[in-house]
């Protein structure tokens, strides 16, 4: 638990939706419907507020939205800089936003192929996001749409290493002590990175659409990122779901990160980079295990970069699910220039590979077109059209009874959970989920992804 930090419980009905029941507070009541400067304390449950301008959650200050909050960012040079502690406790049943008004989007198959035309991209009304500085405490988000974040910086960031010009990540963290949780969440749209946590996170069991324009990663930590992703979705990304890199330099801890039973569909394909991404990354001294994800129509398959070279002594994977409906997909399940290393356990088995492969070497494996299916319950395979999907209005991806992918999943191994995040419904991750028996983020027995 956080220190000095007063604690209330409040019994409310708010007359603007059906939010109801104990919910958390801390310290006073933010009044008013207009969010702008400096804020702290309490976000009532059902209200909606207008984000006018930039917001400052100053060091020592706590906010908390109660559930049912929608901010409405409509100043596209907002963002929310957070130097003490920020708080969303939406839940299943009424879950918060921080999304802009009036960007419609634009979900359907004849659109996800045209980024140029698509708002989650271009918009103009694009915010500038979760900013995190060096004196931030704790980040914690739960069951909360963060949307429509990536519009530029002007020439004064909130914070220095974000640079004059850039497109702003949705969610970015600069201290490596902080702690950064973000479960049964979703985050939509952006230009570049969707988050950049440089810190100690959980981010498990949520969902990642249209993230990146023409380039940009999902979850992308540098430097003192050390943490956990697990049963997430990624639909969609211009590059890579989930990458890790220790570029940077200092005495934070050497970036590390565990991916385990996420899923990744139709990622890498906005990227104008040859051989840059699709599902998961390992690049330049970074570390990490990676377990039971599944990947599909992704136009690289899983990517251990050889320079800079990642930390390959200790990076561990094994027991992760490729699919493909096309030749040069198949032919990319182990990327074409890179050291990942074919494992037994690999679905499917490395056994088509020709006698000799090295590392990175080109191959052809046209008999895995279409091969292992991996049974979604609700989500066009094979994909006949050449559509490339990125949302998931629609469609649905847990697995179906008879799906090969059920009953894969490896569990004989434990996630390195960053020291300092312990489970709690407030100040930490409800739960920690661990390794799934099934592949992929949705478990049959319940347990995974949510959505």
């Keep these: 638990m956080i220190a000095g930090l007063a604690l209330f419980t409040s019994c409310k009905k708010s007359s603007s939706n059906s939010v109801s029941g104990i919910q958390k507070q801390i310290g006073n009541v933010i009044t008013g419907d ?10 009532q449950a059902g209200k909606t507020y207008q984000m006018t301008c930039p917001v400052t959650v100053n060091h020592g200050d706590t906010v908390l939205m109660q559930s049912g909050v929608t901010i409405n960012v409509v100043n596209p040079a907002a963002y929310i800089l957070v130097q003490g502690v920020f708080i969303s406790l939406g839940t299943k049943t009424a879950p918060n936003w921080i999304t802009v008004s009036g960007i419609a989007k634009q979900d359907g198959v004849s659109t996800s192929s045209a980024p140029s035309t698509d708002p989650a991209f271009t918009s103009s009304k694009l915010w500038l996001g979760i900013q995190c500085d060096t004196n931030a405490n704790l980040v914690v988000m739960k069951w909360t749409h963060l949307e429509f974040a990536g519009g530029a910086f002007g020439a004064t960031p909130p914070i220095s290493t974000l640079g004059a010009g850039n497109a702003a990540w949705a969610f970015y963290c600069a201290n490596p002590n902080m702690i950064f949780v973000f479960e049964d969440s979703w985050m939509y749209g952006g230009v570049d990175d969707g988050m950049r946590p440089n810190c100690k996170f959980i981010i498990q069991r949520s969902t990642f659409e249209k993230e990146g324009y023409i380039g940009g990663d999902c979850i992308n930590p540098k430097h003192g990122g050390v943490g956990i992703a697990s049963h997430n979705m990624f639909i969609g990304c211009a590059t890579n779901g989930t990458k890790v890199s220790d570029k940077g330099s200092g005495s934070a801890a050497t970036a590390q990160t565990d991916y385990y039973n996420n899923t990744y569909v139709d990622g890498g394909y906005r990227q104008i980079q040859t051989g840059r991404g699709g599902d998961i990354n390992y690049e330049q001294g970074a570390r990490g295990q990676a377990y039971n994800n599944l990947i599909v129509n992704c136009k690289f398959g899983f990517r251990i970069v050889g320079n800079p070279i990642a930390d390959t002594a200790n990076c561990h994977y094994g027991y992760n699910y490729q699919y493909g409906d096309a030749d040069s997909i ?99 991750p409800t739960t920690i989920t661990g390794p799934g028996k099934d592949i992929g983020a949705y478990q049959a027995d319940g347990s995974g992804n949510q959505h």
Excluded: E, M
């Design 330 to 428: 198949v032919d990319q399940f182990y990327p074409v220039g890179y050291i990942t290393v074919p494992r037994s356990t690999d679905i499917p088995a490395p056994t088509y590979l020709p006698t000799g492969y090295a590392l990175g070497a080109t191959y052809d494996a046209p008999t895995l077109i279409g091969k292992n299916n991996p049974q979604f319950v609700n989500y066009p395979l094979p994909s006949t059209s050449g559509a490339v999907i990125n949302y998931v209005t629609g469609f649905d991806f847990h697995l179906s009874a008879g799906s090969p992918a059920l009953g894969k999943g490896y569990t004989s191994w434990t996630p390195n959970i960053p020291s300092g995040i312990v489970a709690d419904p407030t100040f930490g």
């Design 34 to 43: 207009s969010l702008c400067g400096a804020i702290k304390g309490t976000l």
